[in-house]
């Protein structure tokens, strides 16, 4: 496996006109962290015009963002922010739940020889985002953790729909959060789940990741059923 990427830092785009990528992450940050709000319209001529950039880069950006359901485009009425219901985060918790929990056990069939050290090395990178206030950073390593946990699955084409309920599920948390929760107990949250890959205890692995995810923020016991939590 190539050598993560932990850094990730943030550009000036006041220097030069940003691209497409670099859009699509600043927009995403501020729609993750709540400062772009649920409905709210995205024009690409304002947005290029913040950026520096012609519309090209924005319109290729909606597109990403579109792609991962944080936007809604619909032709003529433009582009808005998209809802974050309770109903959509609970069914995408459920299907979360259901992916990673089967799929460790594939996993631990035949684990690739850097996944317990890429994991704990996915946690440091949590704790220090968390410990730099980063809550978007903290996410992102996040996210990289569940993925490439399920990478050694063998399961690709369940890669998207994971990333999207993922993306889904912390957005989601984000907003019901507060400032004084502690981000380093969630980063270290993911401890319990690599010491049981770690000692390959298939069923111990999956025991933890249905209790991380089912308390990932308090929807209540109707959500997950007692034996899958």
Known sequence: MPEMDLQRPRRDFALRPARSGEVFEALKRDIMLGELSAGEPLIELDLAGRFGCSQGPVREALLQLQEEGLVIRKGHRGTRVSECTVDEAVEMFRLRQSIECRSVARVLQNP?????????????????????????????????????LLRDANLPAL???????????????????????????????????????????????????????????????????????
């Open 112 to 148: 690739s020889k850097t996944l317990v050290s890429d994991l704990r090395q996915l946690v440091e990178a949590m704790e220090d985002s968390a410990r730099k206030r980063d809550e978007y950073r903290l996410a992102e390593f996040d996210r990289d953790f569940h993925r490439r």
């Open 159 to 229: 890669e998207p729909i994971l990333h999207r309920c993922l993306v889904h599920n912390h957005r989601f948390k984000i907003s019901q959060s507060d400032e004084t929760r502690d981000l380093v107990a969630t980063a270290r949250r993911h401890i319990a789940i690599i010491d049981a890959i770690d000692k390959n205890d298939a069923a111990a692995a999956s025991q933890a990741l249905a209790h991380h995810i089912a308390t990932i923020v308090d929807l209540g016991p109707k959500v997950f059923s007692i034996g899958d939590q």
